[in-house]
T-cell receptor, first 115, second 110 residues
Framework: SAVISQKPSRDICQRGTSLTIQCQVD?????MFWYRQQPGQSLTLIAT?????????ESGFVIDKFPISRPNLTFSTLTVSNMSPEDSSIYLC????????????FGQGTRLTVV | QKEVEQDPGPLSVPEGAIVSLNCTYS??????FMWYRQYSRKGPELLMY????GNKEDGRFTAQVDKSSKYISLFIRDSQPSDSATYLC??????????FGQGTTLQVKP
């Protein structure tokens, strides 16, 4: 298994500002994933973060809006930039301990409210 | 049409009942199938995963996959109030990208 610590657990932010979410894993992992879970909706993959290379973004998500860092094999950050109320959501960090991504483990999530 | 369809519920059952949760999917390339449990204000927790068709049992939980019908199920026997949560199905093929269902909210009443 994997223990994932995500910070902050929740935040209320003003529109137009940015928030950086941190994800720390207790072991080295190749790939880390960032998801969004909007109210009443399922999880949507934002991007895949590999150490040493640029993140790979899914359709509908762009680097300018959701810049990601992956400085080492146990840590990643996701920034939600220039926030609007539509960005209010739960953001989840995930790591994969199986192949291919058969045993994904999640952090507890960051509940973001933009006002 | 969504790649994975899951009835959001809510589903309410009495304690001790057998619960059946289901998902259908359209992509025949999916080979790995997972069920996650998500309590309120928590991240999803992996319950079970199966590869290809067949059954897998773990305690009170049984996962079934029918690839010919593109249909997967999770059965919970002797359901408990502590089983009250949202259950998400997820699946992937060789790409490794997980596709999630919408989640079914389950409430088990004492």
């Amino acid at each position: 298994s994997a223990v994932i610590s995500q910070k902050p657990s929740r935040d209320i932010c003003q529109r137009g500002t940015s928030l950086t979410i941190q994800c720390q894993v207790d072991s080295q992992v190749t790939m880390m994933f960032w998801y969004r879970q909007q109210p009443g909706q399922s999880l949507t993959l934002i991007a895949t973060a590999n150490q040493g290379s640029e993140a790979t973004y899914e359709s509908g998500f762009v680097i300018d809006k959701f810049p990601i860092s992956r400085p080492n094999l146990t840590f990643s950050t996701l920034t939600v930039s220039n926030m609007s109320p539509e960005d209010s959501s739960i953001y989840l960090c995930s790591v994969d301990k199986g192949a291919p991504n058969t045993e994904a483990f999640f952090g507890q999530g960051t509940r973001l409210t933009v006002v | 049409q969504k790649e994975v369809e899951q009835d959001p519920g809510p589903l309410s059952v009495p304690e001790g009942a057998i619960v059946s949760l289901n998902c259908t999917y359209s992509n025949s390339a999916f080979q790995y199938f997972m069920w996650y449990r998500q309590y309120s204000r928590k991240g999803p927790e992996l319950l079970m995963y199966t590869y290809s068709s067949g059954n897998k049992e773990d305690g009170r939980f049984t996962a079934q996959v029918d690839k010919s019908s593109k249909y997967i199920s999770l059965f919970i026997r002797d359901s408990q109030p502590s089983d009250s949560a949202t259950y998400l199905c997820a699946m992937t093929g060789n790409t490794g990208k997980l596709i999630f269902g919408q989640g079914t909210t389950l409430q088990v009443k004492p």
